[in-house]
T-cell receptor, first 114, second 111 residues
Framework: DGGITQSPKYLFRKEGQNVTLSCEQN?????MYWYRQDPGQGLRLIYY???????QKGDIAEGYSVSREKKESFPLTVTSAQKNPTAFYLC?????????????FGDGTRLSIL | GEDVEQSLFLSVREGDSSVINCTYT??????LYWYKQEPGAGLQLLTY?????DMKQDQRLTVLLNKKDKHLSLRIADTQTGDSAIYFC???????????FGAGTRLFVKA
């Protein structure tokens, strides 16, 4: 079945450590997105990509980095510069262009600080 | 800037109807969306409405759109305990490359 796979489901980070969250999709979508969700808050956009080898900062990109080397994959690195990384991270993808282009979401990765 | 607002909590009795409301500022969106999030999971697309429609019905779900007032609502008929979740209203921005999500309405269904 087509969908978006995020891994791992739970991740723990030590002080000063970079960690990478995986996101893979087999929906043949051009656009991919990373969101951060904090308790009681909506989704905040970290980065998005419309095409391979290109990506744009969202509203809260500081302390995060991404790459888009393949259409199917959009990994997110949470760097040591992100001082408050504890959150639920959601990856999504969608088609581009006109018409209905709802975002499809993975099941998320919960990141905590050790 | 663009904004989407929702009330944070709604509590209903099982079997009653639930109405979740949303207001938005960007009126150029062609489609408007409702998503559902269960605990510890991602967002699941529930339904959407095309901007030239006033109403869309899909089984127990009814979406109403008032473009003049920039108001969107989701009605769930015969609400069940399995409907307990967070519901997000989502509106693509003018450029269409980003989607603005509301903070989500947490629906509690009492048996």
């Amino acid at each position: 079945d087509g969908g978006i796979t995020q891994s791992p489901k739970y991740l723990f980070r030590k002080e000063g450590q970079n960690v990478t969250l995986s996101c893979e999709q087999n929906l043949n979508h051009d656009a991919m997105y990373w969101y951060r969700q904090d308790p009681g808050q909506g989704l905040r956009l970290i980065y998005y990509s419309q095409i391979v080898n290109d990506f744009q900062k969202g509203d809260i990109a500081e302390g995060y980095s991404v790459s888009r080397e393949k259409k199917e994959s959009f990994p997110l690195t949470v760097t040591s510069a992100q001082k408050n990384p504890t959150a639920f991270y959601l990856c999504a993808s969608s088609i581009l262009g006109q018409g209905e282009k709802a975002q499809h979401f993975g099941d998320g990765t919960r990141l905590s600080i050790l | 800037g663009e904004d989407v607002e929702q009330s944070l909590f709604l509590s209903v009795r099982e079997g009653d109807s639930s109405v979740i409301n949303c207001t938005y500022t960007d009126s150029s969106s062609t489609y408007l969306y409702w998503y559902k999030q269960e605990p510890g999971a991602g967002l699941q697309l529930l339904t959407y409405i095309f901007s030239n429609m006033d109403m869309k019905q899909d089984q127990r779900l009814t979406v109403l759109l008032n473009k003049k007032d920039k108001h969107l609502s989701l009605r769930i008929a015969d609400t069940q305990t399995g409907d307990s979740a967070i519901y997000f209203c989502a509106v693509p921005n003018t450029g269409g490359f980003k989607t603005i999500f509301g903070a989500g309405t947490r629906l509690f269904v009492k048996a």
